[in-house]
């Protein structure tokens, strides 16, 4: 199964394949990093019935053809499956346990892991059993002309960035966020070969018991997931006013965040704190209503894609970060937002 | 010497600055523009030992040094004066003086409950026509039995309206009113003890200052700290202990509007630039760094004396006299570095400003203070 | 009596981060530390289980001189004893190397430990990647994520919220748990722990030599992964500034932004023509 051709390996992470697209992303941006080492792009999937993955995957979308075709149709040129009834259900110990096995046999170049919840705890138990380096969370991948992957990571929420390499040791490792690259649009003439790996017979039996496990509702997505905030603080002026971001937000489908000085005035409550000592928030739109921009807040926001903020004082730190910047009273401009969206979303009914 | 702080003392800064900017700075404008105290913030200090801070552990207090001490109460002065205020007062002059004048059987019957914050401290001595004399005290207490009977009105008591154990000034004997002057424990539950009115000031305004009448009011002999005549031996030494209190709260005040002004003066633009780059700005800054410096090393050198043991009145009277004249002087500059927004109340200046006149007045004026040295400095030069 | 290990991180305290201007960095040296959150409700989460099972904690940390603090900290909230790792050949360790380390530290001078407790991630770097690798180093079985932990005799129950799933695990002792900042706000420090600690509190130094590692193994020469730059990105944006009435404002904001508003909501704002 060896080949010549440098391979760098996407993890397929399939299991929120409809809220998170990570893996599609990351085989797209493999494809570039590929051209630039003449090499080849990997998925590998663990699994069980992944041919039938999701029926609702099917019926809503006829040119869903399981997990391996699915990443070969966007981008992959070889996929290994293991499918397997004891690969049912994610599991940490035995997806490390086969992924470390499948790497030392086929000696990727490359191993590229999307940062979600799993993969974050998968991506250094595995660099550690192949006692490699790995980057955290990375917001950017090139290739240096040496021909080594340049790991683009933050850190202090963002407020500074490292490039980091991997000299020596291989693979190369990095985890890679989210909504960072655009996944290359579903091509269902693209060919490439799926091996399958069988079950190794020495699998370790699972120290990590899982009791339950339920799929969170849609409707408790949080603050750190939506794509669009609305975010108050001491500049709204009172309780009162402060509520009305509720009403806005609701209109916009969005949530609700508030800095400290609006927690702390008990305006809202403490999970809707967006900063060092609350949540980060990444949303395509965020809507920042009288807020300063002391450097915990804005350290914890600013991964927004497109900022509008509203304060009386031009020089506000939050209204520099901003993409609109807007000179007056917060809580008139909510008024007036809400007032006008009402309008918009009336007329078209 | 090493004027590098000890890791103590650097853990204890940010013990309680971390519980001061979450719990304390939420509400430190709300209960100084409503006056009210907030009790909800207090109990939580209770376990804290913030009741305690220098108290015996025998009794429940955490036995700290005088400089974690005034560390303390700056950074609780610094979100909000008046509950330094009432931190310093009931631990310097509310427990002091029974650690340090009481019997055993006095320091356990009141000490625990004092400690651990169920029994606020009050000092009393202040009266409508005594205040820096002490000795002009009318407040008696007049011998009856096996106790004492109490009869007089105390005015201006910081924490009055929320004290639970009194040190109450008296004279036992009006003929010789210094000679006779005595500091008695009444407990607020206490028959013919009263609050007055709680006072509407001008600053600390979250501090329950009040009056209380002691009419009538019936104490046994063994609620008497120290013998007769010991009264102004006990006030004095009290006093003394308090000036540090006091001085590290105007610190803490004046370390606030510091920071406040130099956060505006880089935020406020005049003429296309922050107005942190004018001269004349920059020499206020300066020169309210350079004096807060000098504030705190002279607090800090007097709280050290203190800890030596060796007599430490003229110290703490300097740092009370430069530590509350700073804190007048730099919020005064903080405030017109706001310009109009610091006459406004939608900053803090304005209360800082507010607050810090006050540490020039109370635990003695100003004007004593500089009696205090120099009565020092002129006896050691005979 | 549980045996816990609590592994702690100090971190430089954001609003008081001493910037380089020139260099667009941070002078780590000198900015002031303090205990990382998620480590503080790792040490909250540990406290609570002594409450409730009985149990003695050991806080172990790697770090400059200046992470005693941190341990004194820990020891007056609680702690039995801390463990300061601390060594000039261990500096700029990558995560790899860092739970290389602790690892060799818990095995050494926590013999017979039952549960170790890490912060889910730390505020400097963000990498979370310490607690998971150091599950492995110690070949123990380990949860990263967990908020709500629990403990009956000789099993370890966690719930944790992971991608779209909350999932309810249960682990046996030994065992390793990343704790998020989550349900229970950690407690104050009370003063009096704070002098105690400093009075008679319990802290072992250990260098490298002590824990008998490989000088070619640690520190920057053992890290796999080399940081090439690092950047302050402060572009400063060119921002739309927008003044006058709120009204006028916000009919301004649609007509350039309707569309972009719209999408990001999955709805359509673009306003009919009136008549």
Redesign the interface.
Known sequence: MSTSKKAIWVFGDY??YF??RVTLQLLSRARELAEKIDGMVCAVVFGHWTDEWLGEALSNNPTFCGVAKEYIAHGADRVYLTDHSRLAAYS??TYVFLMERLARQEKPEMILIGA???G??F???L???L???????CIGLDINKDGLL??IA????????????????RPQMASVRPGIFQEIPHDHNRTGEVINVPLPRDIPAD??????????LMREQKLEDA??VVCGGRGMGSKKKFAKLFELAEL???EVGATR?A????WVGHEALVG??GKQIR???LFSFGV?G???HT?ACNNAK?I?AVNK?????M???????????AS??C???I???K???R??Q | MDFNPCMKHKVIRKAVRMFAEAELAPVAREIDRDARFPWEVVTKMQPLNFFGLQAPKAYGGAELDSISYAIAIEEISRVSAAIGLCLTVHNSVGIFPIVHFGTEEQKQRFLPAMVRGERIGAFCLTEANAGSDAGAVETTAVRDGNGYVINGTKIFVTNGGVCGTALIFAITDPQSPQKSAAVFIVERVTPGFSVGEIEDLCGMRANPVSSLFLENCRVPERNLLGRPGDGIRIGLTALDTGRLGIAAQALGIAQSAFEDAVRYSKERQQFKKPISSFQTIQNFLADMATEIDAARLLLYRACAVKDAGRPFGAEAAKAKLYCSETATRVTNRAVHIHGGYGYSREYDVERYFRDAKVTEIYEGTSEIQRMVIARDLLSQRT | MLKIVVCLKQVPMVSELPWDPVMGTIQRDIAEGMMNPACRSALETALRICAAEGGEITAVTMGPPMAEEMLREAISLGAARGILLTDRKMAGADTSVTSHILARAIKMACVGFDLVLCGFSTSDSETAQVGPQLAEELAIPGVAGADGIEAFGRTVRMQRSSDNFIEIMEMDLPCLITVTEGEFAPRYVPLGGIQAAFEDGEILTLTAADLGCDPEKIGVKGSATRIMSVTSPTAVKKNLVLTGAPKRIVEQLFARFEDKIGGAIGRDLKAEKTK
């Not at chain 1, 006692?131 to 969370?137: E, I, K, S, Y």
């Not at chain 1, 120290?207 to 969170?216: D, N, W």
């Not at chain 1, 927690?263 to 008990?266: F, G, Q, R, T």
């Not at chain 1, 004082?313 to 730190?317: S, V």
């Open positions: 299991r929120n809220q998170n940490m110990e979600t919840a799993f974050r705890e991506a250094p138990r660099a550690k059993r006692d490699t380096g790995l980057t955290a969370d340049i790991q933050p850190s202090f929420g963002g407020n500074l960035v490292a490039e980091i390499i991997t000299p020596q040791r120290r990590v018991r899982l009791v339950r496990s339920e799929r969170r794509s669009l916009l489908g969005g000085p927690v702390y005035a008990n060092q000592a949303p395509q739109i300063s002391a450097i915990q350290a497109f509008v004082n031009p020089e506000a730190a209204m520099k970060l901003a993409d609109v910047a807007i000179v007056a009273d008139q401009v008024a007036a937002l007032q006008e969206l309008r918009r979303l007329l078209r």
